[in-house]
């Protein structure tokens, strides 16, 4: 009896866990900007922006990207859909960039609140944040 209890309690516990993981990879990343804002964007063109080798959206419109801190599962993520890079190369890229004087990285956000406050203040800034956490505020330009 006891042994049979034990086992139903583990086979829970194992499917609470299989969920919870499965609910965690499953979660989408959403690259947002301004409701206002009309250009268009694809993967190549939010590459561009994220690696400072474009400044402007497609509607000519300056672009200001907001990156989120080092060591978030939504920034690794990012970076490997987007730019195909890991935080360590990310990280030598905009070292390189910085000491030459021919760039400055992305401004770090923290949390999905503010990255959606800043982007639906500012027409010129894009973003990235957990899919879940999308507003009307904000406008979707391409989901990973």
């Known amino acids: 009896m006891m042994n049979s209890i034990f086992t139903s309690t583990a086979k829970l516990a194992v499917l609470m866990i299989a969920m919870l993981g499965s ?9 947002i900007v301004h409701p206002a804002n009309d250009s268009s ?16 959206f497609s509607n000519g419109q300056s672009a200001i990207a907001l990156d989120r801190g080092e060591g978030t599962e939504l920034r690794v993520k990012f970076l490997e859909s987007t730019v195909g890079k890991d935080e360590s190369q990310m990280k030598s890229y905009w070292s390189r960039l910085i000491f030459t004087g021919k760039g ?8 999905d609140a503010e990255v959606k406050e800043l982007v639906s203040r500012n027409p010129d800034t894009i973003g990235y944040i957990d899919a879940g956490a999308v507003d ?8 990973f």
């Open 23 to 31: 609910s965690i990879t499953l979660a989408e990343i959403a690259v």
């Open 136 to 143: 009307d505020t904000v406008k979707v330009v391409a989901t």
């Open 104 to 111: 400055i990285p992305p401004k770090v956000v923290e949390t």
């Open 41 to 56: 964007l694809q993967a190549d063109d939010i590459a561009k922006l994220y690696l400072g080798k474009s400044k402007k």
